[in-house]
């Protein structure tokens, strides 16, 4: 059961990312997945021996709104952001405290 739920999250996290999905479609697909997320009680963790969560970032500046990677808060369409092509962003704050950590 929780396997099938973090595949269809894994899946609306990729739509959320698409480049090719339209801004309401990624929206939508990044609302469902945290909401989600939050239902099942899912935690986010680093794969054992894969690259950490923050690693192969690069910073961009945003489309559309979405959660943060770290804090799980919006951060704005526009705002710049440390991101990763279909892992997701973090705000740059956040970044810095998980850094520090
Ligand atoms: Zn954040």
Do not use: K, N, W
């Not at 339209?22 to 929206?27: D, H, N, W, Y």
Request: glycine share 6%; charged share 20%.
């Amino acid at each position: 059961m929780t396997a099938a739920i973090v595949t269809r999250v894994e899946q609306l996290i990729a739509l959320a990312l698409d480049p090719a999905a339209s801004e309401a479609e990624a929206r939508t697909a990044a609302y469902v997945a945290c909401s989600t997320i939050r239902q099942h009680g899912l935690t986010l963790t680093e794969p054992r021996g894969g690259p950490p969560l923050l690693e192969r970032t690069r910073r961009c500046r945003t489309r559309f709104s979405a959660p943060c990677l770290l804090c799980l808060r919006p951060y704005s369409a526009g705002e710049t952001v440390l991101g990763r092509p279909g892992v997701g962003a973090a705000h740059l704050a956040c970044v810095e405290i998980a850094r520090a950590a």
